[in-house]
């Protein structure tokens, strides 16, 4: 199972989801299919601005959990 913790980064950065959003340049609503796990896949190019923006790697969004 495929778990994202975009939520913990945000708080950590005190950043809203809709604030997130608006810096990477996707919908909330995207963002947030994303952040409850309903995605079926995502872009390399939104994975790169996420980390840019929140300074962080792609492990610390995304954790493999059996």
């Known amino acids: 199972m495929i778990e994202i ?4 980064l945000l708080a950590m950065r005190k950043m809203t989801s809709l604030q997130l959003a608006e810096k990477i340049g996707i919908t909330p609503a995207n963002l ?4 409850t ?14 980390c840019k923006k929140l300074e ?3 492990g610390d969004i995304i954790k493999y959990k059996e």
């Open 56 to 58: 962080c790697q792609p």
């Open 5 to 8: 913790d975009l939520d913990v």
């Open 37 to 50: 796990g309903k995605a079926k896949a995502i872009r390399f190019s939104t994975l790169e601005a996420i």
């Open 32 to 35: 947030s299919i994303l952040k």
